[in-house]
């Protein structure tokens, strides 16, 4: 249990779930690479009873019986694991009742888990997956005190819609379910602690602002090199682990992957997203029920967010926020380059340069817990949201990615700034920043008062224009 970071919440209830003396299906679902099996694994270490994994749809594109495979596979998990020799399951009602019955044969009055890993790849079409399932532990399962089920998966849509949500068969018999997130930025401090590898602060948050937190991934950084050259070995370099993977993310998770990535490149056009209309006007495609269910798995699947701008009344926006997906629609997609040394080669270039600023912003828009502790407000009721003010004939707009709308009557006007030292406000951003002010007060109920707040890596650099700043965090505050 050493060796695992972070988690300890999951960890505690999974442990709970365990020594309770009633049946139990739990769900644990999140992202794919974010480490679910990890999880289960080293919370129930030594404890699992029967465990299978479904095979993965990444590398059966086209290919006929996959149900077969499915069976063939799940039967051979069944004799590794005890069950004497019989016949293959040729449907997977005869698979979970060869699974009954090898559970009763050993049941000796203590806890069994059941760990069935990448649960949404045994559900191929037209196999009858589900109603097995249901009958599995409606019938079976749900009866038995000592059972414990544990389902795993990273098509976060499915996992919700059949199970966590089903109001079907299953309705009302997920007791439990863990959402396993990616890393926090103190997290990722301990996993390359207890990996050996010497990184700063500020290259920590630049793996967040490439990676996103994902165990998975960080785990491909190698000790002796810097945060640019171990890029260079993910992207670039003639075995890059991780040039592939975009393709390989959409394909494991979802049944139609071309059309999810049609949408992801569509949204990283754009910083501020595109409203459902526009998607659909873009992509060439109806604004259907189709569409709505396409970005509905996309949201659960934490690759995009819906919000409404502040100030907007009835129009939603659809954001790219996963950081991997927006790196690699920027900087790999359409980047044909030959050199193994890319990204250290181009790490002070304009285009890099201005990603880290706005790869610094969506940091802070997923820190906004983190910075409400900083800012001594967590236990009072917000609302986190962007806004932009576009411009017209009198002027130019404003705009901020960040602001907190607070019930004690204050709104923090967020300002971040992605610096490798303290930040220094000049007069023109002074300006700027005193219109930003002006302009957002007159959207305002006249209770509220703004708070113009600082984010950035390092601290303010103390001049005539820092007092602009109410508040300042930095990154040593976001560490929990």
Known sequence: MATIIGRKQEIEELESLYKSDESQLVAVYGRRRVGKTFLVDEALKGRITFRHAGLSPVDEKGKKNLLKDQLKHFYNSLKIQGVRRSKCPTSWLDAFFMLEQHLQEIDNGSRQVVFLDELPWMDTPRSGFMTAFEGFWNGWGCHRDNLMVVVCGSANSWILDNLINNHGGLYGRTKCSIKVKPFTFDESGEFFKAKGLLLSQYDILQTHMVLGGIPYYLGYFRKGYSFAQNIDRLFWNDEAKLKDEFDKLFASVFSNPEDMKRIIL??????????????????????DGSLTKMLKALIASDFIQKYRPFGEKSVDYYKLVDPFCIFYSKFVKENNTQDPYFWSSNQFSQSVVSWRGFAFEDFCFRQSDAIKRALGIAGVSTEISAWAL???????????????????????????????????????????????????????????????TLVTTFGLKYNEY????????????LLS
């Open 266 to 287: 569509v949204l990283s056009k754009r910083r501020k997203g595109y409203t459902r209309m526009e998607i659909a006007d873009t992509l060439d495609i109806e604004a």
């Open 390 to 452: 576009h411009g017209d004939i009198e002027g130019d707009g404003s705009q901020t990615d960040l602001l907190i709308k607070r019930k004690d009557n204050v709104v923090n006007l967020c300002e971040m700034k992605f610096y490798s030292e303290e930040y220094s406000v000049d007069k023109t951003e002074f300006r700027k920043m005193l219109k930003r002010i002006a302009d957002l007060k007159e959207k305002l109920p006249k209770k509220y008062i703004v708070h113009p």
């Open 466 to 477: 820092s007092g602009i700043f109410q508040k300042v965090v930095i990154l040593e505050d």
